[in-house]
C-alpha cells in the first residue's frame, strides 16, 4: 500500500502521532489534522516533504471542516485508504460534587469524542467505500466498564456502540472498520490520581492500529482491546 492515503484526525500528539510515524514508515501518504496546526506542522516535516504530508487544520466537532478536507483528499490524491478517528479530550467529571471539570465545560469533551467520531466516519465512508477501506476509531478501556462519576468513560462507551453501528451498516461494501481501546496510555493527559499507574506509551497502540490496518482485505479486526501489563480491568 505504498500510495495508499492515511488520514489521522487528533495527529498533533500521542496516539495520532505515533501512528502517523508508523504509517510514514509503511509508506502511506498522510493527512494529518488537528486544532493546532502549528505545533502539527512542525512534527510532520519530520515525516516527509509536501508530496508525501499534508497538514490540515480540522475541528472534528464541524461537519463542515470534514467534508470540505474529505473532498480535497480525493480531488488532490485520488483517493482515501485508511482513516483512524482519532481526536479527543478528557476532563475529569463528577455528578455528586464540585470536584473536577464545571458542567459547563462537559460539552467539548462529548462534542469531540461522540460527534467527533460519527462526523468523521459520515464524511469519510464514501470515499471508503470506493476505495475499499479500512475506517479506524480510537475507543477506551474505559469504555467497557463502569467509572463512576466519569462522563468521559461515557462518551468512549458511544465510541464502542458507534463502531458497532457503523460495521452493521458497511457489510457488504467492502469497507473494514475497528475499534481500538487502549488501557492507560501516556498522551501527556492522565489525571494526577493514576500517574502512578502502569501505562502504555502512544506506539503501543500504533502498533495495534497498524496491526489491523495490515491485515488482508479479506480479514476485518473488529476490536482490539490493549493494556499495560499490571493495569488492574477496573481502572
Same mark, same amino acid.
Given at each position: 500500500?505504498? *500510495?495508499?492515503?492515511?488520514?489521522? +484526525?487528533?495527529?498533533?500528539?500521542?496516539?495520532?502521532?505515533?501512528?502517523?510515524?508508523?504509517?510514514?514508515?509503511? #509508506?502511506?501518504?498522510?493527512?494529518?489534522?488537528?486544532? =493546532?496546526?502549528?505545533?502539527?506542522?512542525?512534527?510532520?516535516?519530520?515525516?516527509?516533504?509536501?508530496?508525501?504530508? %499534508?497538514?490540515?487544520?480540522? =475541528?472534528?466537532?464541524? %461537519? *463542515?471542516?470534514?467534508?470540505?478536507?474529505? #473532498?480535497?483528499?480525493?480531488? *488532490? %490524491?485520488?483517493?482515501? !485508504?485508511?482513516?483512524?478517528?482519532?481526536?479527543?479530550?478528557?476532563?475529569?467529571?463528577?455528578?455528586?460534587?464540585?470536584?473536577?471539570?464545571?458542567?459547563?465545560? %462537559?460539552? !467539548?469533551?462529548?462534542?469531540?469524542?461522540?460527534?467527533?467520531?460519527?462526523? +468523521?466516519?459520515?464524511?469519510?465512508?464514501?470515499?471508503?467505500?470506493?476505495?475499499?477501506?479500512?475506517?479506524?476509531?480510537?475507543?477506551?478501556?474505559?469504555?467497557?466498564?463502569?467509572?463512576?462519576?466519569?462522563?468521559?468513560?461515557?462518551?468512549?462507551?458511544?465510541?464502542?456502540?458507534?463502531?458497532?453501528?457503523?460495521?452493521?451498516?458497511?457489510?457488504?461494501?467492502?469497507?473494514?472498520?475497528?475499534?481500538?481501546?487502549? #488501557?492507560?496510555?501516556?498522551?501527556?493527559?492522565? $489525571?494526577?490520581?493514576?500517574?502512578?499507574?502502569?501505562?502504555?506509551?502512544?506506539? =503501543?497502540?500504533?502498533?495495534?492500529?497498524?496491526?489491523?490496518?495490515?491485515?488482508?482485505?479479506?480479514? !476485518?479486526?473488529?476490536?482490539?482491546?490493549?493494556? $499495560?501489563? #499490571?493495569?488492574?480491568?477496573?481502572?
Amino acid at each position: 500500500m505504498g *500510495e495508499g492515503v492515511f488520514l489521522i +484526525t487528533g495527529a498533533s500528539r500521542g496516539i495520532g502521532l505515533a501512528t502517523a510515524q508508523a504509517a510514514a514508515e509503511a #509508506g502511506y501518504r498522510l493527512v494529518l489534522t488537528a486544532r =493546532d496546526v502549528d505545533k502539527l506542522a512542525e512534527q510532520a516535516a519530520r515525516l516527509g516533504g509536501p508530496d508525501r504530508v %499534508w497538514v490540515a487544520s480540522c =475541528d472534528v466537532r464541524a %461537519w *463542515e471542516q470534514l467534508a470540505a478536507l474529505v #473532498g480535497r483528499v480525493e480531488e *488532490e %490524491w485520488g483517493r482515501l !485508504d485508511v482513516v483512524f478517528a482519532n481526536a479527543g479530550t478528557s476532563v475529569v467529571t463528577s455528578f455528586t460534587s464540585s470536584q473536577g471539570a464545571p458542567p459547563a465545560q %462537559w460539552s !467539548d469533551m462529548v462534542l469531540t469524542n461522540v460527534c467527533g467520531p460519527a462526523f +468523521t466516519a459520515r464524511a469519510a465512508l464514501p470515499a471508503l467505500i470506493r476505495s475499499g477501506g479500512h475506517l479506524v476509531l480510537t475507543g477506551s478501556a474505559a469504555g467497557r466498564g463502569v467509572r463512576p462519576g466519569n462522563l468521559y468513560a461515557a462518551t468512549k462507551w458511544a465510541v464502542t456502540g458507534l463502531a458497532q453501528a457503523i460495521r452493521a451498516e458497511c457489510v457488504g461494501t467492502g469497507v473494514r472498520v475497528t475499534l481500538v481501546q487502549p #488501557g492507560l496510555t501516556d498522551t501527556g493527559g492522565i $489525571p494526577t490520581s493514576r500517574l502512578g499507574d502502569p501505562k502504555l506509551a502512544p506506539a =503501543d497502540v500504533a502498533r495495534a492500529v497498524m496491526y489491523a490496518v495490515s491485515q488482508p482485505s479479506t480479514v !476485518d479486526v473488529n476490536e482490539i482491546l490493549v493494556r $499495560p501489563l #499490571g493495569q488492574d480491568a477496573y481502572r
